[in-house]
């Protein structure tokens, strides 16, 4: 009969602490949010903040194209809490409804966000998106490797780089095609087939010259493996802060301007946590220990004015408004983006 019992009361302990590991692992997983985005954005020390603030802890997943992202979301994908798709791909989200729409009533800081961002086309008053950072895409050459023309960088000097062996193309369909665009003095959004089959016979014949194909050409210029790169802003202002022999050049002839913005899935089943997760970064000081943190440029207009004054008038991260005038959104291309998606597929094999 002790016996009994004694085994009785191990087994009711082993019921209950097999309870609670139970309950504490549905906790940890109810109070974790899972974020896709891209690298070089959100500090360790920043995300330890939100959760010692909120209880809520943060999973990082990694993109390395916004083509990427909609085929993990369009085949299924039901893991995310909070994506970052670029302005283009919002737009194409939206239009399917595999984002949930935003309640402002849970975003307390989106008032500092500059009004600009609610006019873009994409999503107009923001009901889908907020702007997380901004950008544009260019060329990174380490000047101590590779001589700059003294009449300005141009595409043609990525495209028919001085250095091809030690030179790369951002691994993104349309920007590569942008940039093969930019460079014939065509729109970057056009959606005329000739145009875009010749674009892919002039890729065709740049990528046997170059090195690679790769959307992490950073470490890479780092280590002088590469001289020159197709490359985000972001990117390479980092790269420059290591090496004050690369520099980022927006090319004349214009180029892509950029947003990445958090979004909520359709499919998340955590919307006040994902809300509480966009508003942390909203709050100025939040914000600018990321932007300061990553050399970012911000949409946000009140921590723009907590920046320095050499950070705001630098032109990498702020564009002129002469530069502003030659610089495009990408823009959804509706029915030709699977022609397209082809040509790059064919173009990649």
């Avoid at 873009?120 to 000047?143: Q, S």
């Avoid at 970012?296 to 004015?305: D, E, K, M, S």
Wanted: charged share 20%.
């Amino acid at each position: 009969m002790g016996t009994q019992r004694i085994a009785g009361l191990f087994l009711a302990l082993a019921f209950i602490i097999g309870g609670i590991v139970f309950l504490r692992g549905k906790v940890s997983h109810t109070n974790t949010l899972r974020v896709c985005t891209w690298s070089n954005y959100f500090p360790e020390q920043s995300l330890r903040e939100f959760t010692e603030k909120t209880g809520i802890k943060v999973e990082l997943t990694y993109i390395s194209s916004n083509e990427e992202l909609f085929a993990k979301l369009k085949a299924g994908a039901t893991g995310f809490d909070i994506i970052q798709p670029s302005d283009y791909i919002s737009r194409r989200l939206i239009a399917l409804s595999m984002l949930a729409p935003l309640d402002p009533r849970l975003l307390s800081n989106l008032h500092h966000i500059d009004k600009y961002y609610f006019n873009l086309p994409y999503d107009e008053g923001l009901k889908y998106t907020v702007p997380f950072t901004f950008g544009t895409t260019g060329i990174a050459v380490n000047t101590s490797k590779v001589q700059v023309p003294k009449e300005g960088v141009s595409w043609s000097f990525l495209l028919n780089s001085p250095d091809s062996n030690h030179t790369s193309l951002l691994d993104d369909m349309r920007e590569v095609f942008a940039a093969v665009l930019f460079m014939k003095g065509i729109s970057p959004n056009i959606r005329d087939i000739s145009s875009l089959q010749e674009a892919k016979s002039d890729i065709s014949k740049i990528k046997d010259k170059v090195l690679m194909f790769t959307s992490e050409p950073k470490p890479l210029l780092l280590k002088q493996e590469l001289t020159v790169a197709h490359i985000f802003s972001v990117d390479a202002i980092q790269a420059e802060i290591e090496n004050p022999d690369i520099h980022f050049f927006i090319p004349k002839e214009g180029g892509i301007i950029w947003t990445d913005n958090f979004a909520i899935p359709a499919t998340s089943s955590r919307l006040e946590q994902a809300h509480q997760f966009i508003n942390f970064f909203l709050d100025p000081q939040n914000n600018l220990k990321v932007v300061e943190s990553n050399h970012l440029a911000t949409p946000n207009i009140a921590t723009r004015q907590l920046l320095s004054e050499k950070t705001r008038k630098d032109s990498r991260l702020y564009p002129s408004p002469e530069t502003l005038e030659k610089l495009k959104f990408l823009e959804d291309m509706g029915e030709v983006l699977p022609r397209l998606s082809r040509m790059w597929t064919e173009l990649k094999s």
